[in-house]
Nanobody, 130 residues
Framework: QVHAVESGGVLVQAGDSLRLSCAAS????????MGWFRQAQGENRKFVAA????????MYADSVKGRFAISRDNAKNTVYLQMNSLKPEDTAEYHC???????????????????????WGQGTQVTVSS
């Protein structure tokens, strides 16, 4: 069973920066696209960012473009989400996910859909106060 474990979520103030991490056990991330999604209370899970298996492509939701950056370190089997200029509307539980297919050629819009991912972390809570 693959496990992806997120960390780094805390309570911050608007305008602050935060970096989330997602680490895997029992499996290498390196052949897979990786995604970050978030779910605010009472809402559906929404796409935040994705990075291709080789790190050559990234994609962002319009709401975070220019403020968030996704990256990966395959040697450490870890994916990151750097979040800058945080806003109260960024408050949510953040989940990382492993794409369903290794060395996938599919990219847009597939990586934006939660159903395209097989394994999910338990989530880490980010709360941004105004």
């Amino acid at each position: 069973q693959v496990h992806a474990v997120e960390s780094g979520g805390v309570l911050v103030q608007a305008g602050d920066s935060l970096r989330l991490s997602c680490a895997a056990s029992e499996r290498s991330f390196s052949p897979y696209h990786m995604g970050w999604f978030r779910q605010a209370q009472g809402e559906n899970r929404k796409f935040v960012a994705a990075i291709s298996w080789n790190g050559g492509s990234t994609m962002y939701a319009d709401s975070v473009k220019g403020r968030f950056a996704i990256s990966r370190d395959n040697a450490k089997n870890t994916v990151y989400l750097q979040m800058n200029s945080l806003k109260p509307e960024d408050t949510a539980e953040y989940h990382c996910a492993i794409y369903r297919e290794a060395y996938a050629s599919a990219w847009y819009p597939n990586v934006m859909y939660p159903t395209e991912y097989d394994y999910w972390g338990q989530g880490t809570q980010v709360t941004v106060s105004s």
